[in-house]
């Protein structure tokens, strides 16, 4: 079965570095999205992408983060300049469409650790 | 304010019995959709099933169904027979009309007993 691929698993960081967290959507979707979960709590949205461009963000997504599909396959999250308080696990999702039915599915998620 | 509220932070079950996990949400728009999603120990988020705000009938999958009260604005998960392997973390989400995005209430930690 296809399935949302994110690398690394973990990510080890110091406060002040630049991030990115990659992920690899499922071939056919073409909705993608960027959620957060802070210490296995409330899962939170950060940001959705389709068509090459941003569609909808949430007021964590400032101008620290940054999304990219830099070719056909890959989906990109940086973060500038890390803070502590990014420390969490982040999911990237994908689905086929934007409907209102429109299952998402998800990757197994990066923990970032920000020391 | 919160769009979905999951009043149950944990609940513990005795095997083979049924468990109801309680979701409510809070939208002005007439066309939304409602998910749960479960999150084993492992940590991914596992679709189990979808309630549409037209659907007329309750939503089935398997053991999963939703108890959809569209007037009190509620969508209750409800797990028959439950097994040692439906413990985990489950997440009630909403999809209003105009978003892409989904919104995810804080989530019911299920442990099933033996």
């Not at chain 1, 396959?73 to 990237?92: G, H, P, Q, V, W």
Request: glycine share 8%; charged share 20%.
């Amino acid at each position: 079965e296809p399935e949302v691929t994110q690398t690394p698993s973990h990510q080890v960081t110091q406060m002040g570095q630049e991030v990115i967290l990659r992920c690899v959507p499922i071939s056919n979707h073409l909705y993608f999205y960027w959620y957060r979960q802070i210490l296995g709590q409330k899962v939170e949205f950060l940001v959705s992408f389709y068509n090459n461009e941003i569609s909808e963000k949430s007021e964590i997504f400032d101008d620290q983060f940054s999304v990219e599909r830099p070719d056909g396959s890959n989906f990109t999250l940086k973060i500038r300049s890390t803070k502590l308080e990014d420390s969490a696990m982040y999911f990237c999702a994908s689905s086929v469409g934007g409907g209102l039915g429109e299952k998402l599915f998800f990757g197994s998620g990066t923990q970032l650790s920000v020391l | 304010a919160q769009k979905i509220t999951q009043t149950q932070p944990g609940m513990f079950v005795q095997e083979k019995e049924a468990v109801t996990l309680d979701c409510t949400y809070d939208t002005s728009d007439p066309s939304y959709g409602l998910f749960w999603y479960k999150q084993p120990s492992s940590g991914e988020m596992i679709f189990l099933i979808y309630q549409g705000s037209y659907d007329q009938q309750n939503a089935t999958e398997g053991r999963y169904s939703l108890n959809f009260q569209k007037a009190r604005k509620s969508a209750n998960l409800v797990i028959s027979a439950s097994q040692l392997g439906d413990s985990a973390m489950y997440f009630c989400a909403m999809r209003e009309g105009r978003d892409d995005k989904i919104i995810f209430g804080k989530g019911t930690r299920l442990h099933i007993l033996p």
